[in-house]
């Protein structure tokens, strides 16, 4: 089970941290995380009645973990300025293999985010640029090994 009040923080970017003014929220919040897909992989015999070998060993795949969170902004200027940042922490860095630890509740994943997905919607259109925007989003990560640490 992952706490959700907890503060998260990937690669040197806080997740999980919103605070309230009087003129808005500001920040990026989790709403959901689901690492509990692990892919299982075997494999079928094809000739089982010539060599008597019906299936063969179980093999762990990899662990996906979804997240998905919001990102307020005191100004929609605000809001689009931390969904850049946040996009840029979710791509990997030039030279590596884009694993990076993020620790959880259970144990740290050492895991490879394949994107920022952000869900535009018409109401955030219109009014004034100076009102406040809070701003989906979601991000598939792939972990190197299954097994937290």
Request: hydrophobic share 40%.
């Amino acid at each position: 089970m992952c706490d959700l009040n907890n503060s998260f923080s990937f690669r040197n970017f806080a997740l999980n941290t919103v605070s309230k003014t009087t003129s808005g929220l500001s920040g990026c919040q989790i709403e959901s995380i689901d690492h509990s897909e692990v892919e299982i992989r075997q494999f079928t015999e094809p000739l089982a009645l010539k060599n008597g070998i019906d299936v063969g060993g179980v093999w762990l795949g990899g662990r996906h973990v979804r997240i998905t969170g919001t990102i307020y902004g005191t100004s929609r200027s605000a809001a689009f300025a931390s969904l850049a940042s946040l996009e840029a922490v979710m791509l990997p860095e030039e030279g590596t293999f884009g694993y990076y630890d993020f620790p959880f509740t259970e144990g740290t994943l050492s895991v490879r985010p394949n994107g920022l997905r952000a869900v535009w919607d018409r109401r955030m259109y219109g009014g004034e640029s100076a009102d406040p925007l809070a701003i989906p989003w979601s991000v598939t990560m792939y972990a190197k090994d299954p097994d937290f640490a």
